[in-house]
Structure formats: C-alpha cells, structure tokens
Nanobody, 126 residues
Framework: QVQLVESGGGLVQAGGSLRLSCAAS????????MGWFRQAPGKERDFVAAINWSSGYIYYADSVKGRFTMSRDNAKNTVSLQMNSLKPEDTAVYYC???????????????????WGQGTQVTVSS
C-alpha cells in the first residue's frame, strides 16, 4: 500500500516562498514517477511539475517555470516543491502523486497517476 503525505502549506504574501514536502511509504520515490498537481476552488486540477524517475529530469508547467523547483531526496524517500515568487493565482490545494507506470518519462495527466496524497492548502494573499 502506497501512502503519500504532504506538508508545508500555509498562508503567505505575494512574492513570498513556501516549501512543500511529500513523504512516501510503500514505494521508493527513486523508482517511481512522481508529480505535483494543484486545484483551485471551482477549477479543475492542474499539473504543476513531474520527475522522470529514471533520468531525474523534471518537467514544469509554464505557469510555474522559473519560480517553482521540484526535487527528490532518495535517502528520506520524499519529493519536495520549493515555491518562490508566489502569486495570488498560485492559491490552491496542492497534491503529491505517484504513478506505477514504468516508462522512462514524466507524466502530466492526473489519470496517469495511481496514488494521491490528501493535499495541502497554499494561500497567497495580495
């Protein structure tokens, strides 16, 4: 059984930073395609970032490129999302996800993921 637990959300002013963490159990993040998604109130869930489990390459949505950084800590079996220069439009519940797919790639669609965390709220005030 794979479990993902996010932490690190909160309230921050525009221009500020937050760091989200996702602790995984039941599966090794080093061998697992992992991703971050977010869902704002009344909107669909959007892709944020994903890591190719094999190469370690990280792919970002255009809306966060240059501001967000996803990383992986194999020793702690966690993935993180460092969010800088936050904007009010970044306000959402952020979810960590894990995929059982084995192709060496990154995945940007929610239905490509098999396990999800409970989500952590990020609120950016203007």
């Amino acid at each position: 059984q794979v479990q993902l637990v996010e932490s690190g959300g909160g309230l921050v002013q525009a221009g500020g930073s937050l760091r989200l963490s996702c602790a995984a159990s039941g599966r090794t993040v080093r061998n697992t395609p992992m991703g971050w998604f977010r869902q704002a109130p009344g909107k669909e869930r959007d892709f944020v970032a994903a890591i190719n489990w094999s190469s370690g390459y990280i792919y970002y949505a255009d809306s966060v490129k240059g501001r967000f950084t996803m990383s992986r800590d194999n020793a702690k079996n966690t993935v993180s999302l460092q969010m800088n220069s936050l904007k009010p439009e970044d306000t959402a519940v952020y979810y960590c996800a894990a995929s059982l797919r084995r192709r060496s790639s990154w995945y940007t669609k929610g239905d490509e993921y098999d396990y999800w965390g409970q989500g952590t709220q990020v609120t950016v005030s203007s």
